[in-house]
């Protein structure tokens, strides 16, 4: 097998990994918002030791990655698709992370009655695990028009967050137990707020990767 099949084939293989990665993280996501519905500290809790399956796969990309550039020494943009495998390993262990962040708030609620119903914080999650799938299709596919379209979505879930922080802020009281949850969803929908601009900055760099020219999706 000649340099350029081997190229190719270690580049197919990085891909796998982050489909694999992206997998991971967005069911992650997903157990995060329902262990916070339920308040749920084992769900929470195993959401917490599997995260560490995410970093691995991150450290596995990172050494592929440097492996490449150090025995192929890719030009242009070839050098572009390593580059942007590097770069969507780190956002996505950061979206991991943010799962996990989640997963603590539901482990600290546990026990507790939800003075409110969750509805928004749900609604926000589905639409940052709907641009995470996006924005890996863009990545996957080379669709600069796809990964263009996450900045409509991220607009939308910066609405629905904006609508949680006042809905919050206007149910607060003197009651110190109440307010500390409410503190806590409030947290929550951040974690989901930084989880989509995560997939924005996915996006910027599948455009950056197909065309060499950089624009800002989150503004």
Do not use: W
């Not at 947290?187 to 900055?201: F, G, I, K, Q």
């Amino acid at each position: 097998m000649d340099t350029r099949s081997n190229f190719h084939q270690a580049v197919e293989e990085l891909q796998e990994d982050l489909l694999k990665m992206g997998g991971l993280v967005e069911n992650h996501i997903s157990l995060a918002v329902e262990a916070l519905g339920a308040r749920d500290e084992q769900l929470g809790r195993r959401i917490i030791e599997q995260d560490d399956r995410i970093d691995e796969l991150m450290l596995r990309i990172e050494e592929n990655c440097l492996r490449l550039i150090a025995l192929q020494q890719p030009m242009a943009s070839d050098l572009r698709i390593i580059g942007m495998a590097l770069k969507i390993s780190t956002d996505l262990e950061r979206i991991g992370d943010h799962a996990v962040d989640i997963a603590k708030i539901a482990i600290r609620m546990s026990g507790d009655a939800l003075v409110k119903p969750l509805e928004i914080i749900p609604n926000m999650a589905l639409l940052a695990k709907d641009m995470l799938h996006e924005s890996l299709l863009a990545y996957t596919e080379r669709d600069i028009h796809r990964a263009a379209a996450l900045a409509e979505k991220d607009d939308q879930v910066d609405k629905l967050y904006s609508s949680v922080v006042d809905e919050i802020i206007g149910m607060m009281n003197n009651d110190p137990g109440r307010n500390r949850q409410l503190s806590q969803l409030m947290m929550a929908a951040l974690y989901l707020e930084r989880v989509a601009d995560h997939t924005t900055n996915i996006g910027e760099g599948v455009i950056y990767m197909v065309t060499g020219k950089r624009k800002d999706l989150n503004i």
